[in-house]
């Protein structure tokens, strides 16, 4: 579960609707008789919307699924290359300095490691560390 906060528009329980509420009273008086209204106008046809979807849900036949591979998608042995490498994928090499120029790394604070060219920057580096 997520600590942030969220849009107060975001469900995390489900999809199940509030209690609705309204500005006023007419605007919840109207809704209420638009209600009814649906309500009888159903009963009127003879269409109990709740009735219907139960019984098409119950006569339906089960689904059935099974896995099977499309007409011609009959897939061949496809053979690996050999490049004549011992395993899977070849590692590349870690980089080196091969320079002359730098003499070494020195570290300031924690994980700042910072070349070293020459003597006085690692006196420089070494009197930072100290003060």
């Known amino acids: 579960m997520s600590m942030h906060l969220h849009h107060p528009g975001l469900s995390l329980n489900g999809k199940r609707k509030g209690k609705v509420k309204f500005r006023n009273s007419a605007e919840a008086q109207k809704a209420r008789q638009l209600e009814t209204e649906w309500k009888e106008l159903q009963k009127k046809w003879d269409i109990?919307?709740?009735d219907k979807k139960r019984k098409r849900a119950l006569t339906?036949?089960?689904?059935?699924?099974q896995l099977s591979t499309p007409a011609g998608r009959e897939t061949r042995e496809l053979p690996s290359r050999n490049t004549?490498?011992?395993g899977a994928i070849t590692h590349k090499p870690s980089p080196q300095y091969t320079g002359t120029k730098m003499l070494g790394i020195g570290q300031l604070h924690k994980s700042n490691a910072v070349p070293v060219f020459c003597d006085?920057?690692?006196?420089d580096i070494?009197?930072?560390?100290?003060n």
Request: proline letters at 5%; charged letters at 40%.
């Open 48 to 50: 109990d919307a709740e």
């Open 60 to 65: 339906a036949e089960p689904l059935q699924y």
């Open 84 to 86: 004549g490498e011992a």
């Open 126 to 130: 070494a009197r930072m560390r100290r």
């Open 120 to 123: 006085q920057d690692a006196i």
